[in-house]
């Protein structure tokens, strides 16, 4: 996918959940698990390509759980901060761009299909709440493009 698509795409993301996340006078608000049910959904029917859209939520001091996802693997129960893509982002509090995750150190292989893999910190108050993992069967399937639009999703609907 060019990158021109791939922006295309991210903002039909936005624009759907602009549509089910406004704040509008009246309308029924969703909690947090909700909001990331919704946001897994409409990234995976997006990006259908993708194996996993999914939250692991900071639930405790140094650990994630998982959370709403979807996708085409079943996901980690539990990660601690010190393990794993997911928990290099929780303890860093900082976007990860792994381009092949067979060259990552301490990489959690929870399924044999993931290639790449890009995590986002959801942070509130400068306070770690979950983080935005995203998995494909490609290498170098995610870029800064990405990393862009997934900071302004997590920042826009969960922050």
Known sequence: MTSLKKEQVYQEVIGTLDVLLSKEEGQYQLD?????????TIIKRAFPHLIFVGFYRA??????QIGPYQGNVIACGIIPFN???CGACATSGKTMIVPDVSKFPDYIACDTETRSEIVVPVKSDH???????LDSRETDDF????????????SKYLS
Not at 32 to 40: E, Q, S, T
Not at 144 to 154: K, N, P
């Open 59 to 64: 639930v405790e001091p140094g650990l994630l």
């Open 127 to 133: 306070h770690l709440r979950a983080v935005l993992d």
């Open 143 to 154: 870029e800064r493009l990405d990393q862009q639009f997934l900071e302004l999703i997590v």
């Open 83 to 85: 393990q794993g893509v």
């Open 32 to 40: 947090d698990i909700g909001k990331m049910a919704l946001v897994c």
